[in-house]
């Protein structure tokens, strides 16, 4: 099972920038898909970007142009750098990472304990 920690979140003005982390530990065969989720008070998780074992990204259209993700795969860590941040912006973020024990094993999914994130008006 991986193990995912998140770092990097905190209180930031609108219009500045802020960039997460979420480094993978644990027992695992390989890491695919990697990505970031969000939560805000009151509102269910939503999908904010996905990177692909070979580096493929996948933005949800509120952020594209303004957020990037990348991942070092020798670190085993996903980052997502967030540049333009607006108040609506503020949310748990949680990373996710899709991985296998084995070559055959199926997918499991992996979820982090969050980060707050939070963008002053």
């Known amino acids: 099972q991986v193990e995912l920690v998140e770092s990097g979140g905190g209180l930031v003005e609108a219009g500045g920038s802020l960039r997460l982390s979420c480094a993978a530990s644990?027992?695992?065969?390989?890491?695919?898909?990697m990505g970031w989720y969000r939560q805000a008070p009151g509102k269910q998780r939503e999908w904010v970007a996905t990177?692909?074992?070979?580096?493929?990204?996948l933005y949800a259209d509120s952020v594209k142009g303004r957020f990037t993700i990348s991942r070092d795969n020798a670190k085993n860590t996903v980052y997502l750098q967030m540049n333009s941040l607006r108040p609506e912006d503020t949310a748990v973020y949680y990373c996710?990472?899709?991985?296998?024990?084995?070559?055959?094993?199926?997918?499991?999914?992996?979820w982090g304990q969050g980060t707050q994130v939070t963008v002053s008006s």
């Open positions: 996710n990472a899709n991985s296998r024990i084995s070559m055959t094993s199926p997918v499991l999914s992996s």
């Open positions: 644990g027992s695992f065969f390989s890491i695919n898909a």
């Open positions: 990177i692909t074992s070979v580096s493929t990204t």
